[in-house]
């Protein structure tokens, strides 16, 4: 019993090994683009540029501590945390350890969901160093986030009306993307990397990397 | 978290609903039959805090027929209670004496206020939905038709009738009366084709840009 716990908890921080975890995996969606000089939280340059499943747990959950200002009080983070625990839960082997770590994920999503409001299933494929501000009417179902992408409070990423259920139609957004409050990336579109999605805007079409788009529906706008 | 969606509705909304001295919930249904009802509707999810939220304005209402006000008052601090609960926990604001119909789904919570005068059948919100009045001076909430679908962040507002099957897009301010089957978007809100709006060339890869 408590041989399997361990092994459980060894799996849960080691680094993710391959796919087929039973986790949805948005097929190369995350893409490798070399870090053009992006910064961290602490404004530090950025080299490293491994997907999340390649570190471990621990070394993750430091980064994002360190992306949330080292606040323990962030819910972001938590809504982070959570979403890194509850990942990886499935990969754990030793049934009794999977069982457990699954039932805590289920409890901690459902917590942060109703005292702060965001939701960001485990499925989605969630990069680096991602930043949520604030909290409060936060529905995070994208098919994947890149890294760096910061994403404020009252923000819905989600199938477009009609076509909910298939993972094809969710959004991606790609690395260093910054999402403005009360934005609503919605159906199967790509915003692009380094793009701005202004606030309370209803992105429906796709958005080109270094974009500033504004309005319902979203209109490039000249930066 | 999300209370200011509810924050002011209390007084201004005055004579907009409906008085509220009587059972709104829908007629030839149980409430046993009803809460079930609602329950399917949201998923048969337990943890569903739109489903308990409706639950709340459902028992609200059927508190009503009670009309010894003895009997009653044990009921309303309940009800009070469990409405303040609501708010403060999920942001949903959604007072007894707005009629809502059969089916009513709150697919997800968070600043939501619903004071509209009345609510068909089958009808869908999401979070950060308002209804209510256009300002302070005016008296009027609008009526929701059947089987409208209300994106996330719409605030539907004034003396206004939103027809039946219409649906109102995400982050839209409507205040003009809707006809029956219209999809809404923008703000002001704007009748829109949605077969141009809504569909497009399957997501392309990024361009690559230096």
Redesign the interface.
């Known amino acids: 019993m408590f041989r399997d716990l361990s092994s459980g908890l060894r799996q849960l921080v080691a680094p993710k090994s391959g796919a087929g975890a039973g986790v949805v995996m948005g097929g190369g969606a995350n893409?490798q683009t070399p870090t053009l000089g992006g910064a961290s939280a602490e404004g530090v340059a950025v080299t490293d540029s491994r997907p999340a499943e390649e570190l471990g747990l621990p070394e993750l959950l430091a980064e994002d501590f360190a992306t949330h200002d080292r606040d323990l009080l962030a819910p972001g983070f938590w809504a982070v945390a959570a979403h890194r625990v509850g990942s990886r839960a499935a990969n754990v082997e030793a049934r009794p350890a999977r069982l457990a770590l699954e039932a805590a994920y289920k409890m901690a999503s459902?917590g942060i969901d109703?005292?702060?409001?965001i939701?960001l299933p485990r499925t989605v494929e969630l990069g680096r160093r991602v930043r949520l501000w604030h909290?409060?009417?936060m529905?995070l179902t994208a098919r994947s986030i890149g890294n760096d992408v910061h994403i404020r409070h009252?923000t819905?990423f989600g199938p477009?009306?009609g076509t909910e259920g298939t993972p094809a139609t969710l959004p991606?957004i790609?690395d260093r993307a910054d999402i403005g409050s009360?934005a609503?990336v919605?159906?199967?579109?790509?915003v692009?990397?380094d793009a701005v999605v202004g606030a309370?805007?209803?992105v429906?079409?796709?958005v080109?990397?270094?974009a500033t788009v504004l309005?319902?529906?979203a209109r490039m706008i000249p930066t | 978290?999300?209370g200011a969606a509810g924050g002011e509705s209390g007084e201004s909304l005055g004579k907009a609903l409906p008085e509220g001295d009587e059972n709104a919930n829908p007629r030839g249904i149980s409430m046993a039959a009803l809460l079930a009802e609602d329950f399917r509707t949201h998923g048969r999810d337990p943890?569903s805090?739109g489903f308990w939220a409706l639950a709340v304005h459902r028992f609200g209402n059927w508190r009503m027929d009670f009309k010894a006000k003895l009997l009653r008052a044990p009921l309303s601090l309940i009800y009070r209670g469990a409405h303040q609960g609501m708010i403060a926990?999920?942001?949903i604001d959604l007072p007894y004496n707005a009629k809502i119909g059969r089916r009513f789904r709150i697919a997800?919570?968070?600043?939501v206020f619903i004071g509209s005068r009345e609510i068909g059948d089958d009808v869908t919100i999401?979070?950060?939905v308002t209804i209510g009045l256009k300002r302070k001076t005016e008296r009027l909430a609008p009526i929701i038709g059947n089987r409208v679908?209300i994106?996330?962040?719409a605030c539907i507002v004034g003396d206004i009738r939103v027809g039946d099957d219409s649906?109102v897009?995400?982050?839209?301010v409507l205040a003009q009366n809707v006809p029956p089957g219209s999809t809404v978007?923008?703000?002001p809100g704007r009748f829109i084709d949605?077969a141009r709006?809504?569909e497009?060339s399957?997501?392309?890869p990024?361009?690559?840009?230096s």
């Open positions: 893409q459902t109703w005292i702060w409001g939701q909290n409060g009417c529905l009252d819905t477009a009306r991606i790609e009360g609503c919605l159906g199967g579109v790509r692009g990397h309370n805007t209803v429906l079409k796709n080109p990397p270094h309005g319902v529906p | 978290m999300s943890l805090p926990l999920w942001g997800h919570h968070g600043a999401r979070h950060s679908e994106g996330p962040g649906f897009g995400a982050n839209t978007l923008g703000v949605p709006e809504l497009r399957p997501a392309e990024p361009s690559p840009k």
